[in-house]
T-cell receptor
Framework: GENVEQHPSTLSVQEGDSAVIKCTYS??????FPWYKQELGKGPQLIID?????GEKKDQRIAVTLNKTAKHFSLHITETQPEDSAVYFC????????????FGGGTRVLVKP | EAEVAQSPRYKITEKSQAVAFWCDPI?????LYWYRQILGQGPELLVQ????????DSQLPKDRFSAERLKGVDSTLKIQPAELGDSAMYLC??????????????FGQGTRLTVV
């Protein structure tokens, strides 16, 4: 089955700096890659996703890039703010109905004011 | 804004007791998932429903866990008997099937289970 590895496990950045989280996946058939943000005591919230027919997607301060050949994708957060502090999870799936999301282990991001 | 509803938010139970969690997905979402999230780790799928049918329960410990979605709407996950290792966050998610791809999965707030 699919295996998703996520790095780093923790990331501390100064407010205003950029943060980058990287994930690798094992199943070349995977074609949908969402990113979730989870705040303390809450369920994961989808913040951005990318499908395998595009290489990059941006939404304001966040962007995701996908390298299908290398089987890795990354989340980029620019101009970080204290409210960006949370745990971020990447995930991957083959995308067809009935296929499950496989999550990475998570990255705890701390934005220091 | 439509949300996935879960109850209870918190549950403390003694080992060997039975415990049940309830999930009401977003209206119209045919796909429903139950995930377990151990502290400090990513969610892991326990069971996936498409309408009332189980699509994937390969990671569900069937000797003690059961899940149902009788009318293809809300769902119940049960553990009997609970063990100390079952302490975790139990997350429910739902999605619309999307032609040719994966529909966005929306998560509920989760149920934090503590087994003592």
């Amino acid at each position: 089955g699919e295996n998703v590895e996520q790095h780093p496990s923790t990331l501390s950045v100064q407010e205003g700096d950029s943060a980058v989280i990287k994930c690798t996946y094992s199943d070349s058939a995977s074609n949908y890659f969402p990113w979730y943000k989870q705040e303390l005591g809450k369920g994961p919230q989808l913040i951005i996703d990318i499908r395998s027919n595009v290489g990059e997607k941006k939404d304001q301060r966040i962007a995701v890039t996908l390298n299908k050949t290398a089987k890795h994708f990354s989340l980029h957060i620019t101009e970080t703010q204290p409210e960006d502090s949370a745990v971020y999870f990447c995930a991957a799936t083959k995308g067809a109905a009935g296929n499950k999301l496989t999550f990475g282990g998570g990255t705890r991001v701390l934005v220091k004011p | 804004e439509a949300e996935v509803a879960q109850s209870p938010r918190y549950k403390i139970t003694e080992k060997s007791q039975a415990v049940a969690f309830w999930c009401d997905p977003i209206s119209g979402h045919a796909t429903l998932y139950w995930y377990r999230q151990i502290l400090g780790q990513g969610p892991e799928l326990l069971v996936q429903f498409q309408d009332e049918s189980v699509v994937d329960d390969s990671q569900l410990p069937k000797d003690r866990f059961s899940a149902e979605r009788l009318k293809g709407v809300d769902s119940t996950l049960k553990i009997q008997p609970a063990e100390l290792g079952d302490s975790a966050m139990y997350l429910c998610a739902s999605s619309l099937p999307q032609t040719g791809g994966f529909g966005e999965a929306f998560f509920g707030q989760g149920t934090r289970l503590t087994v003592v």
